[in-house]
């Protein structure tokens, strides 16, 4: 269960990466306007704002590969429960603040790989 909890994690910080990368590049772009719903003018007025949102998904995702690295299994795992739990979180409010789907998309991914790292647990 162990390399499983990691995979997941892996795979939860790889999807904010290509968030950040969405957010940050590809905003005004035909694949940015599709994925958020925008239309051109609407991305080009937000687009600090996207840009914004993209680097906030790249410190996640950082956290995320730093709990996979770690070299103290404890506090690999703890980085693990909070990063994942900050996606979690930050699901649950994009679910209600902008599109249920964020919930599915982000939040179930992280779901489930918290619960493999919890069953997991620590292994020194």
């Given at each position: 269960m162990t390399i499983a909890a990691a995979v997941l994690t892996a795979l939860v910080a790889?999807?904010?990466?290509?968030?950040?990368?969405l957010e940050m590049f590809l905003w005004t772009k035909p694949a940015g306007l599709r994925?958020?719903?925008?239309?051109?003018?609407?991305a080009e007025e937000t687009k600090v704002l996207g840009a914004n949102q993209g680097l906030y998904n790249g410190f996640?995702?950082?956290?995320?590969?730093?709990?996979?690295?770690?070299?103290?299994?404890?506090?690999?795992?703890?980085?693990?429960?909070f990063?994942?739990?900050?996606?979690?979180v930050a699901a649950v409010y994009g679910a209600w603040s902008a599109s249920r789907k964020i919930l599915f998309t982000q939040g179930m991914p992280?779901?489930?790989a918290m619960i493999a790292v919890l069953i997991a647990g620590v292994h020194v």
């Amino acid at each position: 269960m162990t390399i499983a909890a990691a995979v997941l994690t892996a795979l939860v910080a790889l999807e904010h990466v290509y968030i950040l990368y969405l957010e940050m590049f590809l905003w005004t772009k035909p694949a940015g306007l599709r994925t958020f719903g925008m239309t051109q003018e609407k991305a080009e007025e937000t687009k600090v704002l996207g840009a914004n949102q993209g680097l906030y998904n790249g410190f996640l995702a950082a956290g995320l590969f730093w709990s996979l690295v770690h070299p103290s299994a404890m506090f690999a795992y703890e980085l693990k429960v909070f990063f994942l739990a900050c996606v979690i979180v930050a699901a649950v409010y994009g679910a209600w603040s902008a599109s249920r789907k964020i919930l599915f998309t982000q939040g179930m991914p992280a779901i489930i790989a918290m619960i493999a790292v919890l069953i997991a647990g620590v292994h020194v």
